[in-house]
């Protein structure tokens, strides 16, 4: 566990995608809309082919890259077509609203834990607009005390830059807080790096992680309930 000595949890922190939002079903749905749009639109490539080349720009830019398609047409074309482009963003947006959703029990996880009196955060690397468009899109935006994105600090995690800000938005100290994230070397390291519980959200498991090293390795989000509610326990028997 974080510490020897058990401290009453307060809060508990958040990451956004594959944590509280099945992101990258998302992106793939959205992405090939887009490509279909595209293709319909005039554009003369394989579909698989232009994933493949989408998704090489999103390793090398990032995943929230906003120029993707620009720069994929770019790279078919050696041009911008922008009829083209247009028809593939339009796509995209519409194909992303369809399938963004959060994972089985987010709202009723979320619910509990203030019931509980517990005070909720975010610590996102995505961009400030992206974070806050996927939680209001999702509705759950109103259960959060702080939200804390790469904008806020301009640090990705494992830095502890993010993790500091949202201790400091909650007005809690780091063993009071529960950090809870799907990506280990991220998420995990992070947070127990400055003291925190931690909390693997092995149901958004992208990359095949087999040991986290977190205090907790949970397959459903309300499995948070019980954990918290042992660690407050112990808390009080002092």
């Not at 922190?13 to 595209?38: R, W």
């Not at 994929?72 to 796509?91: C, P, S």
């Amino acid at each position: 566990m974080a510490g020897a000595e058990f401290s009453m949890i307060k809060a508990v922190v958040f990451d956004v995608d594959n944590t509280l939002v099945d992101f990258l079903k998302m992106k793939y749905a959205a992405v090939d809309a887009a490509i279909e749009a595209m293709i319909d639109a005039g554009l003369s490539i394989n579909a698989n082919k232009a994933r493949e080349r989408i998704f090489r720009i999103y390793d090398e830019k990032g995943i929230e890259f906003q120029q993707v398609f620009d720069e994929f047409l770019a790279g078919v074309l050696d041009r911008i077509d922008y009829r083209i482009l247009a028809n593939g963003i339009l796509a995209y947006r519409r194909g992303r609203e369809g399938v963004l959703v959060a994972y089985p029990h987010v709202n009723m996880a979320l619910m509990k834990l203030v019931r509980m009196g517990l005070k909720l955060g975010v610590v996102s690397d995505a961009p400030k607009l992206q974070a806050w468009m996927r939680l209001c899109s999702l509705g759950i935006d109103n259960f959060f005390d702080a939200v804390v994105t790469f904008d806020d600090t301009m640090k990705r995690k494992p830095a502890p830059e993010p993790f500091e800000k949202a201790l400091e938005m909650l007005e809690v100290e780091a063993k009071e807080a529960v950090m809870v994230g799907d990506w280990a070397e991220r998420d995990i390291t992070g947070a127990k790096e400055i003291g925190m519980y931690t909390v693997f959200a092995r149901y958004g498991n992208t990359f095949g992680t087999e040991h986290s090293g977190a205090d907790l390795e949970i397959n459903d989000i309300l499995e948070l309930v019980p954990f918290i509610e042992r660690l407050n326990s112990k808390a009080k028997e002092g």
